[in-house]
């Protein structure tokens, strides 16, 4: 019922930057939060970064002062702009959506994930 589609991966060197990019579509009435989350081999998978409809955000202690997550609540779209990026940053990020649907309550939606990989 919920479509998330991500962009932006790909290889940088330490030090580089790379911008991801989350669309939601589907029959959906509000969209309560967005967020990216991470899982490199064989870890568990975490939070990166999350944002409220109304604009409340929550970082990593990893990715302060480095990464920077935004929305386009017209679009239903999230934004992961990552800075200074280090080897420890290489994992798959994933999309996460909290929809309320027109035709229900809803509940959370993940992106199929999009590989980062940082290094020289």
């Known amino acids: 019922q919920v479509r998330l589609v991500e962009s932006g991966g790909g290889l940088v060197q330490p030090g580089g930057s790379l911008s991801l990019s989350c669309a939601a579509s589907?029959?959906?009435?509000?969209?309560?939060?967005m967020g990216w989350y991470r899982q490199a081999p064989g870890k568990q998978r975490e939070l990166v970064a999350d944002?409220?409809?109304?604009?409340?955000?929550k970082y990593a202690d990893s990715v302060k002062g480095r990464f920077t997550i935004s929305r386009d609540n017209a679009k239903n779209t999230v934004y992961l702009q990552m800075n200074s990026l280090k080897p420890e940053d290489t994992a798959v990020y994933y999309c996460?959506?909290?929809?309320?649907?027109?035709?229900?309550?809803?509940?959370?939606?993940w992106g199929q994930g999009t590989q980062v990989t940082v290094s020289s």
């Open positions: 944002i409220t409809r109304g604009g409340e955000i």
């Open positions: 589907g029959m959906i009435f509000s969209i309560r939060a």
């Open positions: 996460k959506t909290d929809v309320q649907l027109l035709a229900g309550p809803g509940g959370d939606y």
